[in-house]
């Protein structure tokens, strides 16, 4: 399975590619769990059924929060990534929730099509965004050394007398 998964054959980067998502995925269900424990002991058990709309943008918060900072700190990705990864998430919820406060779909539409159209909307942004999730390392990482080149010219030397290329 391991060589699979460094392989760079064609099962190789899929598997990769699930194995991300898979993670993401779970970041997000312990993120609902969290919600969902916590919505129970403040007393907020009927917040669904009376305001679904409100509880369908806590939800999204409570999934995109630990699946952001996964990303973040457990897999590697940059923030520009990351921050991509959570719009692709929160915006689709939020002009969900926008059409059902305006009375375009029943409320009940807002919680319940939440979760799904997430899952899609993440799904997309890694299949658009594949080689970043396919691979072994994160493109929005800089390469070891790679800060001290950022800050020089494009035609100025590097310190071996080669020009930098950038």
């Known amino acids: 399975m391991i060589a699979i998964y460094r392989s760079e054959g064609r ?27 916590a919505v129970g002991l403040l007393g907020y058990q009927g917040l669904g059924k009376s305001q679904p709309e409100t509880a369908a943008l806590l939800m999204t918060a409570a999934m995109v929060v630990p699946m952001a900072a996964w990303m973040r700190f457990r897999m590697g990705h940059g923030w520009y990534r990351t921050g991509e ?5 929160v915006v689709p919820i939020v002009v969900l929730v926008a059409v059902c406060s ?9 919680l319940a099509w ?46 071996s007398g080669r020009l930098a290329v950038q």
């Open 102 to 110: 305006l009375g375009l779909l029943p409320h009940t539409v807002a």
């Open 114 to 159: 939440s979760m799904p159209v997430m899952y899609v909307a993440m799904l997309g942004a890694m299949l658009y965004r594949w080689r970043d999730y396919a691979q072994h390392h994160h493109p929005d990482q800089p390469a070891a050394g790679a800060e001290r080149h950022a800050e020089l010219p494009a035609d100025s030397p590097e310190p």
């Open 85 to 89: 990864m959570s719009a692709a998430m």
């Open 11 to 37: 099962a190789g980067p899929a598997l990769r590619f699930t194995w991300h998502f898979l993670q993401m995925f779970i970041a997000m269900g312990i993120g609902m769990a969290v919600y969902g424990i």
